[in-house]
């Protein structure tokens, strides 16, 4: 089993910055990739940026060269660095690990005012 507590929502105006934090713990060896998705209000939830063991990222193209996905392997945590954000970057942020199965946090509200 593998547990990922979300962390670093909040509520920012345009143009301002979050970093998003995902502490995984228990069987964190079994994690191949780890994510971050997000879900706006009456919307589907969507890929935001992912980074598996290699390093490798990926990107939704609504936001290269605003967010910046990393980890930290002592710490079992994958950040989301989020820069210019936009009011249309406003919803729930939730971690999901893949590894023997799929796991997700409970999400963290980011809130961009105008």
């Known amino acids: 089993q593998v547990q990922l507590v979300e962390s670093g929502g909040g509520l920012v105006q345009a143009g301002g910055s979050l970093r998003l934090s995902c502490a995984a713990s228990?069987?964190?060896?079994?994690?191949?990739?780890i994510g971050w998705y997000r879900q706006g209000p009456g919307n589907e939830r969507t890929l935001v940026a992912s980074i598996n063991n290699g390093g490798s990222t990926n990107y939704a193209d609504s936001v290269k060269g605003r967010f910046t996905i990393s980890r930290d392997n002592a710490k079992n945590t994958v950040y989301l660095q989020m820069n210019s954000l936009k009011p249309e970057d406003t919803a729930v942020y939730y971690c999901?690990?893949?590894?023997?199965?799929?796991?997700w946090g409970q999400g963290t509200q980011v809130t961009v005012t105008s």
């Open positions: 999901r690990a893949l590894g023997r199965r799929l796991y």
């Open positions: 228990g069987s964190t060896s079994s994690i191949n990739v």
